[in-house]
C-alpha cells in the first residue's frame, strides 16, 4: 500500500494515446477550460505562452476550473514570484492546474508536489505536465494521499521552504477542515493558501462548503483575495447540474487566496495533534 508516500509516475504511458482510459480517469463532461481562453490573451504574456503550448500538445481530458480561473493562478503566482519556493497541488484531478503550475515553473523558480487519493489520477496530471513541459517534469512529485499525511510525512520532515498550498481536493466541508487544519503544524513555512470552488454547493448528503471550512479554521474575520470567474444567477451553472446535483452560488468568486501574513490559525487547539486528523482518511483509503 502506497498510501501516505511518494509514487513515482508511470513510464509505460508515455506514448499512449488514450492515457485516461489507461489511468481509470472518466471524462464526462469534457470541458477544457483553454478551449475558452481567447478573451483573455494579450493581458499576461506568461499565460499567453501557456495557452498556446496547451493548444499544440493533443490529449483527451476534461477540466474543472473556468479559464479564468487559471488566468488568476498564473497571475498571483507572477505577483508571488520571489517569495516562495514550494507549491503544494491538492487535488490533480486531470492535471489542469497542474499544467498552469509547470507552465509558470518555466519562468518563476519553485518545485511543485501533486497530492491525491487518486493513482491514476496523479500520473494522469504528471503525463500531462511531462508531454507540456518536460523540463519542468523533473521537479514535480507525486504523493499519494490527503493534505495531513503530506504534512506529517513531509513537511514536517524535509528541510523548511516558504509554500503555498493550492487546495482543490475533497470539497466535503469536515474534510477541508482536516485538510486546512493540519496546515497549522507548518505554519511557520507557508506562505499562502489558494482555496478553488468556494462558491461551490451541491445536495445535503454532500456538504459542499469549502468557503464555510476556511471560516472555521482561518476564523470568520478571513482576509483574502477573490480570484476565478464569478457567474450571475440566470447561468445554468447555477441550477443543480444532472451529475451530483451540485452548483455555483451566483455573484461569489470561484475561488480565493489566503496570504498567511494577515492571517491566523483559530483551529485546532494548540495541545491536539496532527495524528488526530489522519485515521478516517487511512480508513478509507485502505
Known sequence: MTFGSFIEPDHSVV????LAERLECPIRGGYRAMDHAQHLLGRNRLFD???ERSCAVPLHYEDQCSAEYYFDLVKTLRDFNGEFDHL???GAFMGGSSSIF???MERLDFTLDLVDIHPGRLRFSYERVRRLYPEAAARVRLF???LAHYVRAVMMVEPKRATIVHHDGSHEFKQVVKDMASLY???DQLFAVIAQDTHLRGSIES???VDMALYAVFGTDLKFAPIGAVYGAGDPLCDPNRYEGNYFIPGRHEGIVIPMSCN???YPHPLQSIDEFLPAVLDRAA
Do not use: K, N, Q
Not at 506514448?15 to 488514450?18: C, G, K, L
Open 88 to 90: 503544494v497541488e491538492v
Open 264 to 266: 491566523e490559525f483559530r
Open 102 to 104: 509547470a507552465g509558470c
Open 144 to 146: 499519494h494521499g490527503d
Open 207 to 209: 456538504t459542499l462548503f
Open 185 to 187: 503544524y507548518v505554519r
Open 15 to 18: 506514448d499512449v494515446p488514450d
Open 49 to 51: 505562452a501557456i495557452w
